[in-house]
């Protein structure tokens, strides 16, 4: 059982469309990160997010954080084709700095 | 800076053999992280160092899979001896200490033990 669920598991939509995925826990994080993965690379960092009910924006991008710290979604608005690719959120629990990562939601938009 | 750089990015060997991965985190980074990507179990994390000390190695599959970090720019993982399911893709990470700060990844070391 992962500790991090993340859902869904597979996403497939046309350009201009917008979606949602979850990254959900029964566990509280100080923070929690959203990464996207391309093919044959490793997952890039886009947000860390670490009050409680935080939204953060970047570009079509909207990050949101739970108000008990132990969930999180992103929201694409308009989604493109480059959007493509593997989302994972990645949480911390405790001030170390070792991530638990979830299973990733793995997203394609189609032209 | 190059980033995280990782060699092979790929390597195809035999059953048996012994296989090294090489890592060379970011300059200045102070913690090294190895994980292992497969489809069944996502992203797993192997171990990890700060300040090239291991913290944690709870995530390393048995005793064929060994780490070393002799120092701040240099990591290695080694398979001895490789199996056919050790088969995936290998990343190296490096961060600064601290759980605000994102990790980078390397490009991976894709492994097929055949």
């Known amino acids: 059982t992962q500790l991090l669920e993340q859902s869904p598991q597979f996403l497939s939509i046309q350009e201009g469309e917008n979606l949602t995925v979850y990254c959900n826990s029964s566990?509280?994080?100080?923070?929690l990160q959203w990464y996207r993965q391309e093919p044959g690379e490793g997952p890039v960092l886009l947000v860390t997010v670490v009050t409680g009910g935080e939204v953060k924006k970047l570009k079509r991008l909207t990050f949101q954080f739970g108000d008990a710290r132990k969930d999180s979604s992103l929201h694409i608005t308009a989604a493109q084709p480059g959007d493509t690719g593997l989302y994972l959120c990645a949480g911390a629990r405790d001030a170390g700095n070792m991530l638990t990562f979830g299973g990733g939601t793995r997203l394609m938009v189609k032209p | 800076d190059a980033g995280v750089i990782q060699s092979p990015r790929h390597e195809v060997t035999e059953m048996g053999q012994e296989v090294t991965l090489r890592c060379k985190p970011i300059?200045?980074?102070?913690?090294l992280f190895w994980y292992r990507q497969t489809m069944m179990r996502g992203l797993e994390l192997l171990i990890y160092f700060n300040n090239n000390v291991p913290i944690d190695d709870s995530g390393m599959p048995e005793d064929r899979f060994s780490a070393k970090m002799p120092n701040a720019s240099f990591s290695t993982l080694k398979i001895q001896p490789s199996e056919p399911r050790d088969s995936a893709v290998y990343f190296c990470a490096s961060s600064l200490l601290g759980n605000r700060n994102g990790y980078t990844f390397g490009s991976g070391t894709r492994l097929t033990v055949v």
């Open positions: 566990s509280v994080f100080s923070s």
């Open positions: 300059s200045g980074h102070n913690s």
